[in-house]
């Protein structure tokens, strides 16, 4: 079982940047694909980003055309904390962004969603 807690969310202006923070803890960690989903009010959640597990080394990490080239998803040098560093803000950007985490591969995490969910960071694009 994994817990997943994210912090890091703000209200900024467009064109700003924020980094979200995801602190994974739980049982066999190494072998979870963690990712970053986002609800915006009235819309369902969509994937944002996925990075794979520890172990899958070779993997690259999957990425929603919209944000692909704005933001990066990486892990801290401890690997249990995951980041989603977001560049050149946009107001529709504005949502409830949550990790998850799931023991298959990043397009799987991102497609099929996690099996784990953290509470949610509220980030909030002002134009």
């Known amino acids: 079982q994994l817990r997943l807690v994210e912090s890091g969310g703000a209200l900024v202006q467009a064109g700003r940047s924020l980094r979200l923070s995801c602190s994974v803890s739980?049982?066999?960690?190494?072998?979870?694909?963690i990712g970053w989903f986002r609800q915006a009010p009235g819309k369902e959640r969509e994937a944002v980003s996925c990075i794979g597990a520890q172990t899958a080394t070779l993997e690259s990490p999957y990425y929603k055309d919209s944000i692909k080239g704005r933001f990066t998803i990486s892990r801290g040098n401890a690997n249990n904390t995951v980041y989603l560093q977001m560049n050149s803000l946009k107001p529709e950007d504005t949502a409830v962004y949550s990790c998850?985490?799931?023991?298959?591969?990043?397009?799987?995490?991102?497609?099929?969603?996690?099996?784990?969910w953290g509470q949610g960071t509220q980030v909030t694009v002002s134009s």
């Open positions: 998850a985490g799931g023991p298959r591969t990043a397009n799987g995490l991102c497609i099929l969603g996690g099996d784990y």
């Open positions: 739980g049982r066999s960690v190494e072998h979870y694909a």
